[in-house]
């Protein structure tokens, strides 16, 4: 697909700090949500060229909830990763700058739902990401 979504943090830590904190399970379960409504009670990390991510992606009230999964493509330890997940992918890179990290992930759409929607629904997901990570 072309026309990939981008949405970027810029984190006020250490790089290796924004990436154990994006990929570790034990953090992932407290930021992987767009809504204060939803939650992530459950993910598993398998990182490694053929391995899987899961993130359960819950709303609160038990009303709807999904799996999220995908199948790592690329990995550069550290620095950057792909995965696919269905007909679609998504690259994520880590960047250092003076002890700040810019975190960019960019993604194909899918075709439910507006661009805008989903751009805004990922960079929500972000931005908790980032307000965890500072918060540690």
């Not at 154990?20 to 993910?43: E, G, L, Q, R």
């Not at 799996?67 to 550290?78: H, L, P, Q, S, V």
């Not at 620095?79 to 679609?88: E, L, N, P, T, V």
Request: aromatic share 14%; hydrophobic share 35%; net charge negative.
């Amino acid at each position: 697909m072309s026309n990939k979504i981008t949405v970027s943090a810029m984190v006020n830590a250490e790089k290796s700090i924004v990436w154990d904190c994006y990929t570790n399970p034990k953090h992932i379960v407290h930021w992987n949500f767009a809504d204060p409504s939803w939650h992530c009670p459950h993910a598993e990390n398998d990182m490694r060229i053929g391995g899987k991510y899961v993130a359960k992606m819950e709303a609160r009230d038990g009303s709807f909830g999904f799996d999220f999964e995908a199948n790592y493509t690329k990995i550069d330890m550290g620095h950057s990763y792909s995965y696919g997940f269905g007909d679609r992918f998504c690259d994520v890179s880590f960047i250092e700058n003076d002890g700040a990290t810019e975190i960019t992930v960019s993604f194909d759409p899918e075709t439910e739902h507006p661009v805008e929607m989903q751009q805004q629904g990922w960079q929500a997901i972000l931005n908790n990401f980032k307000s965890y990570t500072e918060s540690l």
